[in-house]
């Protein structure tokens, strides 16, 4: 059975780096049918697409969070992790991570509970 | 960049029946946007209900619908139950990226 863990810091400091990481289990994050997401919501406010990769490593990002979003793949241990660089109060959310259908057709189907990260000094 | 607009929120007596809609600011939506829709209750992970804008997954209750009217997808939910009571996500893909609704609130009273 297909399960998504999120893990990281759950405290951030403002203009350091936000790391998470999301653990698959169940099936291989190597499987060619499927891109790999993270999606995050700050309290009380809506949810936002962070952006996606495919385990060859090729990724696709909000262009609102381009410039400062690295997300990567390790076949190795079935994870995938994000970065977010120079984080601000803005930043504070669950962040979700999720499975995503390679051809779109399913779109987002698997979700992670989420993991609430906090900025503050 | 690209502005995918819901309802705010929405009112429904138990039994009735109710549809949310979603809006993009490109125009009209097709299925190759591949509209979902999703159902958040507080402190839980958005639960999909609906892919590619009418198909639904495997525990996604009857009563749930979804369409395309008039170029803007659509979710109807009939014979509403006071546990549908949560906020619903519209998501669209655009080349490559996915934009999220920005919610509708839906009221169960």
């Known amino acids: 059975q297909l399960q998504l863990q999120e893990s990281g810091p759950g405290l951030v400091k403002p203009s350091e780096t936000l790391s998470l990481t999301c653990t698959v289990s169940?099936?291989?994050?190597?499987?060619?049918?499927?891109?790999w997401g993270w999606i995050r919501q700050p309290p009380g406010k809506g949810l936002e697409w962070i952006g996606s990769?495919?385990?060859?490593?090729?990724?696709y990002y909000n262009p609102s969070l381009r410039s400062r979003v690295t997300i990567s793949v390790d076949t190795s241990k079935n994870q995938f992790s994000l970065k977010l660089s120079s984080v601000t109060a803005a930043d504070a959310a669950v962040y979700f991570c999720?499975?995503?259908?390679?051809?779109?057709?399913?779109?987002?189907?698997?979700w992670g509970q989420g993991t609430l990260v906090t900025v503050s000094s | 960049q690209t502005v995918v607009t819901q309802e705010p929120s929405l009112t429904v007596s138990p039994g009735g029946t109710v549809t949310l809609s979603c809006a993009s600011s490109?125009?009209?939506?097709?299925?190759?946007?591949?509209p979902s829709w999703f159902q958040q209750k507080p402190g839980q992970a958005p639960r999909p209900l609906i892919y590619?804008?009418?198909n639904k997954h495997s525990w996604t209750p009857a009563r749930f619908s979804g369409s395309l009217l008039g170029g803007r997808p659509a979710l109807t939910l009939s014979g509403v139950q006071p546990e549908d009571e949560a906020d619903y996500y519209c998501?669209?893909?655009?080349?490559?990226?996915?934009?999220f609704g920005g919610g509708t609130k839906l009221t169960v009273l």
């Open positions: 999720a499975r995503v259908d390679g051809s779109g057709w399913y779109g987002f189907e698997h």
């Open positions: 169940g099936v291989s994050i190597s499987t060619s049918s499927y891109y």
């Open positions: 990769i495919y385990y060859s490593a090729s990724t």
């Open positions: 490109t125009g009209a939506v097709t299925s190759d946007n591949y």
């Open positions: 590619s804008t009418n």
């Open positions: 998501l669209l893909y655009f080349s490559g990226t996915w934009v």
